[in-house]
């Protein structure tokens, strides 16, 4: 036979390829989630048995970190495909202008024929306030061919509530914003935004229609308020019985000011009954979002769509609950840089992956998966081969940043090296993950270190330098 000849059968065998082409993309991520919450990534305090159910039947990562450590950068980079500094999105804003007629990752989807939907936040959404009004927020239209929120009451729930922040002589009243609040609600799930979302969710994966789906299923717990109906507290209580992370005298006396962050127990004024209750109302958050993540998994299992069907679940950033008297994100230690990540693609082995992954890989793994078109400007890594093989590897380092603390981090195997400053005027710190990988002990200062602090200095510069040289008119400092 002539080479020629063999054509029309290498069309015909291409068949499968376009049946892969359209699968379904079930993108689930979750507010201010650490990895550390969960007892998929061992914690055995706060059972998440839906979430542990998915990474049974998924690639669960164990070194995923996010490219920035709060919110809004976080999200506008894996969804617009460039990293913090590459489009200057550095704050609570949508890539849009930046990137102009460049597609995000879900329209990237839509451009490709995909229904594409969010259901709550997945680009930068405020909360509560965003929840409360139950506004868009810095959401991006281009992305999505319809798109639902939330609203829900938030810390103005019915309940029983208790604001932890700021409240050392307990006459603050329960308070919106920003701040460490618990509300024990009253009436069941759907009278909060996470139970709408995956009501309004299951209803969409159910629906019939002819093309494939990308949908983005935003739950806004376990940020805060650490509001949910009150039976999801009770495995916690008393809440006296819960263990703080393990402390050591002058942990904070050998990294820099920038290293202390924003949020501590001792500015948030929180005694240690409250910071107990703090991880119990976090814990509880967590109990609720994973049920909602079950009653969307369950929909997903009942339309039939399951084996057509990628799964993605993940948090924008990961979360501290105490450690080094730290509280909240911003952080760029693992607990806040860190996030949990799950990947199930039909028909691939489960199992667990320690290779070093940025949420910026999502783009172009899941476009390749899908047979998408990934733009050239994609600044991500497919990692898809290591959902064949988890000791693949594509990434020396992981790269994130804190731009409010003018923090960088380069995080490989070995080392957690962080920055402040570009010109490291405001220090730095390197923790060998090894042997500390709590991060008790900076050697940034260690005479034996020097070489690998010189290294790292390197590392960070050259990366800065290979994200700014893009396509954007202007990348920032
Ligand atoms: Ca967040």
Redesign the pocket.
Known sequence: MRPWMLLPILCAISVPVAAKESMNVLFIIS??LTSTALSCYGNDVCQTPNIDALAAEGMRFTRAYCQAT??GPSRASFLSGYYPHATGVLGYKSPRPQIGDRQTWPQAFKDAGYYTARVSKIYHMGVPGGIETGGDGADDPLSWVERFNSPGPEWKAAGVGETLEGNPDGSRPVVGGNTFVVVEAEGGDEVHSDGKTAAKASDLIREKREQPFWLGVGFVRP?VPFVSPAHYFEPFKPFSKLSLPERVEGDWNDIPKLGINYKTSMNMKMDLRRQRKAIGGYYASVAYMDAQVGKVMTALRESGKADNTIVVFTS??GYHLGEHDFWA?VSLRDESSQVPLIIKVPGKAPGVCNSLVEMLDLYPTIGNLCGINVPEHVQGTDISKMLDDPNHTVHEFAFSVAPMRKGFLIRTDRWAYIQYKEDASGGMELFDMESDPKQFTNLATSAEHQSIVAAMKLILKSKLAELRANDLAESVD
């Open positions: 507010d201010d709060y919110c940020h924008d950033h994100k």
